[in-house]
């Protein structure tokens, strides 16, 4: 029998873990100068927790009202310049006493960044693992980036914990980064690895793939063969959702247990574009590119109770895959699929769900206007030993309402028995 929508959102919330311990360095003694700030943290990076996807990158870090100033990665020993006239490859903007903050606490830059008083732009992936080498953590539990090489070409990953592995799978248009949280929450009971999917972020982006569920599970299980992973929890939002049900029904031998976060699932109601989406092309990706103010006005309203750095900081993730012709095919082909997929039949998606395996906890936002609330009940009737968690936020609970998102899907990963 299901269980109550709300039994699980009355658990208590999960206490903060840091990342890592903290490797021993000399105290920090601030002194006002925004240099002698910037300088100590540019003392602390360390270049392997890099995966040399921007090796010869231009950071520039702002003090508001103060200066700015360029770092180039590929240079050693760091050091700061005068910020040029060129575009960065990723800025990282804040006042000075959150920059000093960061420099004397470890863990500062992942919060400040978190809290929003950290702004990063253009490009997240870079900013926030330039954080992490500056964070002065050590051992295998700290957060690191890597290219990792699989049979369906070379994916992106963040990866922060140890225990268990779980695996986080972004939705469409997101990155790995959309998952950031979630990774940092987890780490201190998991081992957390949140990928860039085929044909976004920094991932593989192969012009013929049909970019459907079965494509995706398939580079799922070719990156848990590259890391030598057995068995994962599978966490996906979104696109992600549908694409973890898909591992879980193809090959439930490979999966521990399966969380949908407001997951896309096949429309049950009449779609009457169909005929006319079935003849769009993908393709038409490689000419054509949709203005930016378009997406920014759809992650407004996909996110109402977020912030505006995170809507910011979103656009700019989804536009580095999105403006080159490769990304945006894979975007249209993955809405595309999204659209068309059968609800009913004998290979029909309502009907497979039934079969599945794996526990299942599904987190929807009652305010979800991509995901309506209603999908639940199909679930519930389709899938009665899922367990649910309704929430008043959106379409991404992760970072809409993180504390009772996290704190249940631990809950929910720990009570695992198998």
Not at 24 to 35: H, I
Not at 301 to 308: E, G, K, S, Y
Request: proline letters at 8%.
């Amino acid at each position: 029998m299901a269980r109550p929508a709300n039994d699980m959102e009355a658990m208590p919330l999960a206490d903060e873990v840091p990342l890592l311990p903290a490797r021993a360095e000399a105290a920090f003694e601030p002194t006002g100068d925004p240099v002698h700030v910037l300088e100590h943290l540019l003392s602390r990076f360390d270049p392997s927790v890099l995966d040399g996807l921007h090796a010869k990158a231009r950071l520039r870090l702002g003090v508001e009202g103060e200066g700015e100033w360029d770092v180039l990665l590929g240079r050693r020993p760091l050091r700061l310049e005068s910020a040029g006239s060129g575009l960065p490859d990723a800025t990282l903007a804040a006042d000075r006493v959150t920059w000093t903050r960061i420099a004397e606490d470890l863990h500062g830059g992942m919060d400040a960044w978190r809290e929003g008083r950290l702004v990063v732009r253009r490009n997240l992936h870079l900013g926030v693992s330039f954080l992490a080498a500056t964070s002065g953590m050590t051992g295998p539990e700290r957060l690191t980036f890597r290219m990792i090489p699989t049979a369906s070409g070379p994916i992106s990953t963040l990866a922060a914990g140890s225990g268990d592995p779980v695996l986080l799978v972004h939705g469409l248009g997101a990155t790995k980064v959309s998952f950031l949280t979630t990774a940092v929450a987890l780490a201190g009971s998991f081992r957390t690895i949140s990928l860039d999917l085929p044909g976004f972020g920094d991932s593989v982006k192969p012009v013929l793939a049909p970019y459907h569920p079965p494509f995706f599970a398939r580079a799922i299980v070719d990156l848990m063969d590259a890391l030598n992973i057995e068995r994962a929890h599978v966490i996906g939002n979104s696109m992600g959702g549908r694409i973890a049900l898909e591992l879980g029904l193809r090959h439930p031998d490979r999966v521990r247990d399966l969380v949908l976060v407001a997951p896309s699932l096949a429309w049950k109601r009449e779609r009457p574009w169909a005929p006319l989406v079935r003849l769009f092309r993908p393709e038409i990706g490689f000419l054509q590119a949709t203005p930016r103010w378009v997406f920014e006005s759809v992650l407004h309203r996909l996110i109402p109770a977020a912030a505006d750095t995170w809507v910011r900081a979103g656009v700019d993730e989804f536009l580095r895959a999105y403006t080159t012709p490769r990304g945006r095919v894979a975007f249209y082909a993955s809405a595309r699929n999204i659209y068309l997929e059968e609800p009913h039949g004998a290979k029909g998606f309502w009907t497979r769900l039934a079969g599945m395996e794996p526990r299942c906890l599904f987190v929807w936002g009652e305010l979800d206007k991509l995901v309506p609330i209603g999908f639940a009940r199909h679930v519930e009737d389709t899938l009665p030993s899922s367990q649910h968690l309704r929430l008043d936020c959106g379409h991404v609970p992760q970072l809409e309402r993180p504390e009772v998102t996290h704190a249940a899907i631990e809950s929910f990963l720990r009570s695992s028995h198998r």
